[in-house]
């Protein structure tokens, strides 16, 4: 099963990928988590990355498309994979395209989780990640039973950088010009599996197995 996981920044795609990751026992892709890890580690592409992240603007598409193409050259994608994150603008779903084709792959579905903007930005503004671990929580919606204690691991919860109210604001504004077109763009190719991004965390996840069972 080949997905990509497609919505506004705050939708709760990392949320669902780990799950339909674990659940389909496929390999998550995340451009995010990986531009993220380079940038922790210092290496020469984090240090490119670096001030398009945190201003909020999308990494240059030659950086990102080599980058998802050396990804899915070394991850076990025998069983599919699942992108969250990529891709952002048609450029590299035209990219993507041709990074299947050229392994006799094709897309099974792209989920596209629908959020209205008020949510989002309540959601990224609560969010905390682990420093440790890299699991996600909420403030509100999904708090860890000790204020700043990551459940699974104990680490220390941290606030993504670019979830600052300013970069929150250029990060959305370059979702709805950039991102927001291949909404149009799957389903003019019969891809689209639009979801209802508002439901709690499990619904939204069972919500995807059904309507992926019911058309694939
Ligand atoms: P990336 O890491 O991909 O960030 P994003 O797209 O902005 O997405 P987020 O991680 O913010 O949100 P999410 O949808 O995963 O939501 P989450 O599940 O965490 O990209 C970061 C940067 O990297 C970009 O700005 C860019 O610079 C660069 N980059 C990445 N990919 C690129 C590409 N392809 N091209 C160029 N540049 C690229 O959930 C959010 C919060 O809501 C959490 O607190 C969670 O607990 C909560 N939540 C989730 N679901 C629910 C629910 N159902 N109900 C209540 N709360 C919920
Ligand atoms: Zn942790």
Do not use: W
């Given at each position: ?6 919505g ?16 389909y ?12 890890r ?45 992108l ?14 041709g ?14 989780i ?21 699991t ?22 941290v ?58």
């Amino acid at each position: 099963i080949n997905l990509v996981l497609l919505g506004a920044p705050g939708a709760g795609k990392g949320t669902q990928a780990k799950r339909l990751a674990e659940y389909y026992s496929i390999p998550h892709i995340s451009t995010g988590d990986i531009f993220r890890r380079n940038l922790s580690e210092g290496t020469p592409l984090g240090k490119r990355a670096q001030s398009y992240m945190s201003e909020g603007r999308l990494v240059p598409d030659d950086i990102t498309e080599a980058m998802v193409d050396d990804r899915l050259q070394q991850a076990d994608t025998h069983n599919g994979f699942i992108l969250d994150g990529f891709p952002r603008n048609v450029h590299q779903a035209d990219a993507l395209a041709g990074m299947l084709a050229e392994r006799q792959l094709s897309l099974t579905a792209v989920i596209y989780i629908d959020v209205p903007h008020d949510i989002l930005v309540e959601r990224l503004v609560g969010r905390r990640v682990c420093s440790t671990c890299g699991t996600t929580f909420h403030v509100i919606f999904d708090p860890p039973a000790v204020e700043g204690v990551c459940e699974v691991c104990g680490g220390t919860l941290v606030q993504r950088p670019d979830d600052q109210p300013e970069t929150v604001e250029t990060r959305l504004n370059v979702y709805m010009e950039e991102t927001a077109p291949l909404i149009d763009f799957y389903r003019e190719r019969g891809l689209l599996v639009k979801i209802d991004g508002t439901e709690p965390v499990d619904v939204v996840t069972q919500n995807i197995i059904i309507r992926l069972g019911a058309e694939h």
